[in-house]
Nanobody, 118 residues
Framework: QVQVVESGGGLVQPGGSLRLSCVVS????????MTWYRQAPGKQRELVAG???????NYADSVKGRFTISRDNAKNTVTLQMSSLKPEDTAVYYC????????????WGQGTQVTVSS
């Protein structure tokens, strides 16, 4: 049984930081590209950041320079370090495991809420 579990969301003030984690079990984590998506109320889900099996990274223009994605294959974990947060970063953040980089795969987490507000 595949499990994708996100954690680390919460309420943070503008300019603050949060660190999201995603732990995956039930699949061979190291062979999957990992991607963070987010969905704000009333908006479509959008790609935030992705990391390939080899460690290459990609970011949405809106988060470049502020967010960093990383993976630890020994711990089956992908992390999204978010800094200089803005109110427009408010969304539910989802972790995804897939076979093709930057293409949504079949394995999704339940999401973690990030709220940026003063």
């Amino acid at each position: 049984q595949v499990q994708v579990v996100e954690s680390g969301g919460g309420l943070v003030q503008p300019g603050g930081s949060l660190r999201l984690s995603c732990v995956v079990s039930g699949i061979t984590f190291s062979v999957y590209a990992m991607t963070w998506y987010r969905q704000a109320p009333g908006k479509q889900r959008e790609l935030v950041a992705g990391i390939t099996t080899g460690g290459s990274t990609n970011y949405a223009d809106s988060v470049k320079g502020r967010f960093t994605i990383s993976r630890d294959n020994a711990k089956n974990t992908v992390t999204l370090q978010m800094s200089s947060l803005k109110p427009e970063d408010t969304a539910v953040y989802y972790c995804n495991a897939g076979a093709v980089p930057l293409v949504a795969g079949r394995y999704w987490g339940q999401g973690t809420q990030v709220t940026v507000s003063s």
